[in-house]
């Protein structure tokens, strides 16, 4: 099969990443799993109902959907939905009130961090996730404050979730190998200790905050007076990557009230 360049498609072929990306997810009988961009199927098959109670594969190729509808036409617990996934309401694929579902991928590279920043919405009904990503963007999601690679990502996932980095994956675990090191990374929806007032709020406060991360938070966040700083008991000369997601959220709920 061509794989098609605009869709970012690298075929996952290695069994023992395979084999360590079931283990950590260790699907069960009762669960609903969604996949994004099965792809060959490498890791669906593991996923085939009476594995799990419900199989969702979005993919958005025509031709693999096409194979994807006829291999599974007969399984009623196996949904295919040809759609980017960029668009779609998870809330929709919800089974019943109060149910949630895990989600599985081996992300596209070009849209992996919109991707995320989409789920972020969704949360309420995710139970967890776990993606293959490439390795810089894996490293961005679980770094922590004062780290190099902490950035707007960091935050805003770290604050609708914990990210934990599994293992790394070399390029000739796929066809064609891509031309970077990739890493699978395990994200669990979790509640902050201190919450954000308004989570649009919050977002505006990090994006604008890394909008220049060498310069100093204060320039950055000019709308903060220096007594807002002092009530805040904030720094205002450190840079962005050295504040904790508290402290955003902290800044977000100052500006809020």
């Given at each position: 099969?061509?794989?098609?360049?605009?869709?970012?498609?690298?075929?996952?072929?290695d069994?023992?990443?395979?084999?360590?990306?079931?283990?950590?997810?260790?699907?069960?009988?009762?669960?609903?799993?969604?996949?994004?961009?099965?792809?060959?199927?490498?890791?669906?098959q593991?996923?085939?109902?009476?594995?799990?109670?419900?199989?969702?594969l979005?993919?958005?190729?025509?031709?693999?959907?096409?194979?994807?509808?006829?291999?599974?036409?007969?399984?009623?617990?196996?949904?295919?939905?040809?759609?980017?996934?960029l668009?779609?309401?998870?809330?929709?694929?919800?089974?019943?009130?109060?149910?949630?579902?895990?989600?599985?991928?081996?992300?596209?590279?070009?849209?992996?961090?919109?991707?995320?920043?989409?789920?972020?919405?969704?949360?309420?009904?995710?139970?967890?996730?776990h993606?293959?990503?490439?390795?810089?963007?894996?490293?961005?999601?679980?770094?922590?404050?004062?780290?190099?690679?902490?950035?707007?990502?960091?935050?805003?996932?770290?604050?609708?979730?914990?990210?934990?980095?599994?293992?790394?994956?070399?390029?000739?675990?796929?066809?064609?190998?891509?031309?970077?090191?990739s890493?699978?990374?395990r994200?669990?929806?979790s509640q902050?200790?201190?919450?954000?007032?308004?989570?649009?709020?919050?977002?505006?406060?990090v994006?604008?905050?890394?909008?220049?991360?060498?310069k100093?938070?204060r320039?950055?966040?000019?709308?903060?007076?220096?007594?807002?700083?002092?009530?805040?008991?904030?720094?205002?000369?450190?840079?962005?990557?050295?504040?904790?997601?508290?402290?955003?959220?902290?800044?977000?709920?100052?500006?809020?009230?």
């Amino acid at each position: 099969m061509i794989t098609r360049k605009r869709f970012g498609q690298h075929f996952l072929h290695d069994h023992w990443v395979i084999d360590q990306i079931i283990r950590a997810v260790s699907p069960e009988p009762h669960q609903h799993v969604i996949e994004i961009g099965p792809g060959r199927e490498a890791l669906t098959q593991f996923f085939v109902p009476p594995i799990t109670k419900q199989l969702d594969l979005i993919e958005l190729d025509r031709d693999l959907v096409k194979l994807l509808l006829e291999k599974h036409q007969q399984n009623s617990a196996i949904r295919v939905i040809a759609e980017d996934v960029l668009t779609v309401d998870f809330t929709k694929l919800v089974l019943a009130e109060n149910s949630q579902f895990r989600i599985v991928g081996n992300l596209p590279y070009n849209i992996s961090t919109p991707l995320l920043f989409h789920l972020t919405t969704f949360f309420d009904v995710i139970e967890d996730m776990h993606f293959m990503l490439q390795y810089e963007v894996a490293k961005r999601i679980v770094a922590k404050a004062g780290d190099s690679q902490y950035g707007r990502l960091s935050v805003m996932l770290q604050y609708f979730c914990t990210a934990e980095f599994l293992f790394e994956v070399a390029p000739d675990a796929f066809l064609p190998p891509p031309k970077v090191t990739s890493a699978v990374i395990r994200l669990r929806p979790s509640q902050q200790p201190v919450l954000a007032k308004n989570t649009e709020v919050f977002a505006s406060v990090v994006k604008t905050a890394f909008s220049q991360p060498r310069k100093m938070i204060r320039n950055n966040l000019k709308v903060l007076s220096p007594g807002d700083w002092e009530k805040l008991a904030i720094d205002p000369q450190v840079r962005p990557e050295t504040l904790a997601v508290t402290d955003y959220v902290r800044i977000a709920n100052f500006l809020e009230n």
